[in-house]
């Protein structure tokens, strides 16, 4: 999988040789395919890189709720949402008590009667990248190795010895992102952890009422999932391990299994198809906290700026109303870039903040790894809220934002 529009043996600056606005847009997640997507609408050339040849290994799920929904629609990417998601089944929340399992079942579906939606990661992505426009200048397998600032343009070098000049240079590299790396901060001064350690597990094995579950038990937070294929199901666990503790992978998946027995007799056969499963993977509890998104012709977009955790399911809405705010914002200021970052991160951070505080709070509650008292988690939860509040009232500026960013009903009012 691999598209390219120009030779690849030469050094090429075209900043002066066209008037036209380029963008180097790095990463191919859907934070990257999504920006490069409204950036080319709006009459931007786009190159779009990734280090990778293959950007989308795994096989996961991913949750789409109505504004990522809506805006990959506006994307005229409905063909996608139908070919690779399926509605978000209801999700009971899970405790015991009293020597009883309880559960309390709630839907997600939005003010319209629509639900949320699941999709499989890595077909989901696959069909964004394949809908990124056929003149996009895609190159994959090329890192990212250097930039170099300009008054008025940024040079990129890559690691195969090209370079290429670019208007502006967006970020969308996710976590590990080198722009980042590059212009802002080391990862180690910009990601948030906090000693918890995620365990994925997919299970050959049916949910058999169909519902998703959210639990917490054993200071261990659980998400279960549906695939679309019902014999499929997706466990996340979100459990205590100190930093520089060695992985025991097999202790992990006992615990967890016997945390979901716990929950009920109808998951015994979840539990037992974990401790069977091959098809595991772990990861750590990270976020993204920056004082600042950009440079005076570099921004960072979805989990480079600002990654929520996968436990928050939001990953999908940030990254997509970033793409939105960002184009909008482009848009509106033309060529002063500072003013059009600056619009677009003070729409999308209280958003970003808020969502990070909710998801670090919660799972610090129940994991009990930060070794401060439960009352004093969920005091300081409710005051990173309270400070977040008064730009969080701002709904109207924010489907205001959506609302211009409608690139496409924009150009045809202006023809």
């Known amino acids: ?34 920006t490069a997507w409204w950036l080319h609408e709006s009459g931007w050339e786009v190159v779009l890189v990734d280090q990778r040849t293959d950007p989308y290994p795994s096989s996961y799920l991913l949750q789409l709720d109505n504004v990522a929904i809506d805006i990959l629609r506006r994307m005229g990417a409905q063909d996608v949402i139908d070919r690779t998601t399926y509605p978000s089944p209801n999700t009971a929340l899970r405790w015991c008590g009293q020597g009883k399992t309880r559960t309390l079942s709630f839907d997600t579906r939005d003010h319209r009667g629509e639900p949320w939606r699941l999709a499989d990661r890595s077909p989901f992505l696959s069909a964004i990248f394949a809908h990124v426009p056929s003149t996009v200048d895609i190159r994959l397998g090329v890192r990212l190795d250097s930039l170099e600032n300009f008054t008025d343009r940024v040079k990129a070098h890559f690691a195969d010895g090209t370079a290429d000049t670019f208007d502006v240079v967006v970020g969308a590299d996710g976590l590990h992102s080198t722009v980042r790396e590059l212009t802002l901060a080391p990862e180690s001064a910009s990601v948030y952890r906090n000693d918890v350690t995620h365990l994925w597990i997919n299970v050959d094995e049916k949910l058999l009422d169909g519902q998703a579950i959210l ?36 202790a992990l998946v006992d615990h967890v299994a016997d945390t979901i027995t716990h929950l009920g007799v109808d998951l015994e056969p979840i539990a037992s198809a974990a401790r069977a499963s091959s098809d595991i993977k772990t990861t750590q509890f990270s976020q993204v906290r920056l004082s600042r998104w950009h440079t005076r012709r570099v921004v960072l977009l979805g989990d480079a700026a600002h990654c929520i955790d996968p ?42 903040e808020s969502a990070q505080s909710v998801t670090a709070r919660t799972i610090e509650y129940i994991s009990r790894t930060q070794h401060r008292p439960r009352l004093t988690t969920v005091l300081g939860g409710l005051g990173d809220i309270a400070r977040i509040i008064p730009s969080l009232l701002h709904k109207k500026n924010q489907r205001n934002s959506l609302a211009l960013s409608d690139i496409r009903e924009t150009n045809r009012q202006a023809a």
């Open 311 to 352: 436990l928050s399911g939001m990953g999908a809405h940030g990254a997509l109303l970033g793409v939105v705010s960002l184009t909008a914002a482009l848009q509106r200021y033309g060529s002063a870039t500072t003013s059009a970052f600056t619009r677009y991160e003070s729409e999308v951070r209280p958003f970003a």
């Open 215 to 250: 639990a917490a038990r054993n200071r261990t937070a659980l998400q279960i999932y549906p695939y679309r294929d019902p014999a499929r199901t997706m466990i996340l666990a979100a459990l205590p391990v100190p930093a520089g503790t060695p992985l025991d992978h097999r």
């Open 1 to 34: 999988m691999r598209r390219r529009n120009r030779k690849e043996d030469q050094n090429v600056d075209t900043h002066t040789s066209t008037g036209t606005k380029r963008a180097l847009v790095v990463g191919c997640g859907l934070a990257g395919c999504a």
